[in-house]
């Protein structure tokens, strides 16, 4: 193993993937327990959950692409794309079942005014809750969340497997980082957020400086390990 | 009342030390027993130890679980879970791969082990300074956790391949998938018992056998999968252990559960009058 050039742009590849990763789980809409009981917006389960679930389908779909291909930017396009589609997929269906199943109107008591569309939202936020539905603001920071968790996945993937072409070891190490990242970024943000929008959000520089620091560490080690035989 | 051994009473907290030589300890001892009984004796069956020693791990892992999140994480206990796996993947790959560059094959399980802790304490320590947690025994805490992590992962491998070379890891296990169900079971060994008893009435004595007894199902489940890649011999002994000890640690954990649950007491039916 010798570190030469291509080495270093390979680590810092997986250190500004796992960095995505950290900053791209801010972004997407968590609301946990309350959430599941239409208290809370955002999505009913663990942020880990739902953003492993997103890099994930990235990190699949990014596979894919390098079945085929070598050139890094289709490769990336594919796992941001993948993942975002993963999201909008939840975010959507779970509004379906806000809207027509549970019947709770799609309301957040965190802003004033919904940032997009510019509605009032206190009129329609049940005393005691902190809104209801998933807004338009969520969707769109649910995706752009995807986006960011999507390309760090496949930017993490890339190298390693330039490093070691193995599809599988490649895929699973780049899920450990990836789920060191969401982790640490989940505990930044303690639990749930809305997206952009939500005042917890400006907490993400301390997670940039937690997955920095934890990713330098993890990509250091990375780059060593061969395929095997 | 003595239902498939065990105290009749509420043993006394173990201590986390304790249970970190004896959770960490036992599976280097099970591995490395394993690996050498194996390939003294030219035969695969005494995989399994490596299996039941992975088991120790993860109870120490759910220990560490147990001991962080009893101050409260605010993300739910699973993640801690993963993230103990993520750390612990990192750890097995990395000690495997450069003990098969040094060309120490055996060597990789100890640097995975002291790679993982040292990784585990750093995460430990950006959890307390940077991101404020405040939690005095994080740093301990997610030591032990990553360190479970990788030897779960380690000894279930081990028990999946049969060898501690890097390259019949990557062969086996790796290549094959079976490293996903590795990484799920072990995740649950890890952080389910905690998430299954947390609660005012907690109490470790459950918590931990109820680690044991998931445990033994990953040891069911790497059994099925070393069908494919050990002898039949060697699985099935893998399997009836696994399956032994989970109905062991079923009815222990259902005697627990019985002892701490709270008491169902007839009142009778409502006086006339009430009705």
Redesign the interface.
Known sequence: ?NFDALTIVYILEIIVGGLLVGVGVHFVPVG?APAAMAQATGVGT????LA?GSGLTGLLAAGLMMSVTDNIWPILASGAVGAMIMIDATMMVGGWIYAYAVGAPFASAKVNYDPITGYSQPPYVAPGTVGQGIPTVSFVSGTIGGFMGGLGGALIYYPLMMINH?P??SA??A??????N???A??????TIEGFHDPKFKRWT??F??CL??TL??AL??V?????? | MTVAGGAPTAPAAIPAEKLRIYGLGGALVGIYLAAVLNSVLDTDIFSVLAAVGAVAAAVTGANAVRRVCGYGIGTGVPSIGMLALGMGIVGASFGFSTAQQLGVSMAGVIIALVYAMVFGYIVGTIANKVLGFGIPIMEEGLTDLSGAGAMAIIGWSYAISGSLAYVDLVDKVFNTGYLAIVFICGGLAILHPFNANLGPDEKQDRTLVNGLMVGSLAVVAVGLCSLATLSAAAALITIIIGAAAWYYFYVWYYRLVKRDAAAVVGTGLLPPSAL
Do not use: D, E, P
């Not at chain 1, 663990?46 to 959950?49: D, F, N």
């Open positions: 193993m946990g663990g942020t880990v959950q492993a193995n599988s070891l699973l190490f899920i450990g980082i990836f789920l060191v969401a982790v640490l989940s505990w930044n943000i303690q639990g301390k997670a400086r937690s620091v934890a560490i993890l080690v990375a060593t390990i061969t395929g095997g035989a």
